[in-house]
């Protein structure tokens, strides 16, 4: 399966590095484990058992690495990387961020950094199905924060001066300014968030299409 031309996980490089990315979130479960048995003088079990979920979502990561995963790389990749996020977490608040003399800050940094590669693994080899994918990727970006900027832009200390101008301006050029403005906006975010869902709906489509081709 790995091998097929459809599969996305046919770049050794792609799958070395969801690999290593797993071997890691592996490690520091495994440390987490031993944490939560032997750092107090009683086992952590709430902590014990968060941290067995990382565990198990690695052994997913581990799979996927070799091609078991080939029709939705970013929807397999967001669960192990939402398990990671939110178990990793839990873990440390179970024992209020502190194990014996053991600080689990870093182990949580450690692992929510893990949890944002595996999850920027699975969008660059969902995006990579297909090239034309990353051009709807970043223009659904640029279009949709576009709007957010200019609505953001309003909420920052010099939004006065830019709405001054329209002061002594009387109502109806003010409204027909206002909602071209509000329209335009609303279309480029609307396109904006399109292009974004197509280019990973997009990818599902290339690769039904190839498969019932091959």
């Known amino acids: 399966m790995p091998n097929s031309p459809n599969n996305p996980y046919t770049s050794k490089a792609i799958s070395g590095l ?26 952590a079990f709430p902590m014990l058992g968060f941290e067995l979920v990382v565990l198990i979502a690695s052994i997913l990561g581990f799979s996927f690495s070799f091609g078991k995963n080939p029709q939705a790389p970013a ?14 977490v839990l873990a440390a ?14 182990l949580i940094l450690i692992q929510l950094a893990l949890s944002a590669a595996m999850l ?26 576009i709007p957010l900027g200019v609505a953001g832009s309003l909420l920052s200390p010099w939004a006065g001066k830019v709405t001054g101008l329209f002061t002594n301006m009387s109502t109806a050029p003010k409204m027909i300014i206002l909602t071209l403005g509000v329209l335009t906006l609303g279309i480029f975010f609307s396109v904006g968030i399109h292009l974004l869902v197509q280019a990973f709906n997009h990818t599902a489509t290339d690769q039904n299409t190839t498969a019932a081709s091959a």
């Open 18 to 43: 969801v690999l290593l990315v797993s071997a890691l979130i592996a490690i520091t479960a495994l440390y987490g484990i031993w944490l939560a048995l032997f750092a107090s003088s009683s086992p």
């Open 75 to 88: 929807l397999g990749h967001a669960c192990v990387a939402g398990a990671v996020f939110a178990c990793s």
């Open 93 to 106: 608040q179970s024992v209020n961020r502190a194990i014996g003399t053991h600080s689990l800050v870093p």
């Open 120 to 145: 920027l693994l699975g969008v660059i080899i969902q995006l990579n199905t297909n090239k034309k994918n990353w051009t709807m990727l970043f223009t659904g970006a640029l279009l949709s924060l």
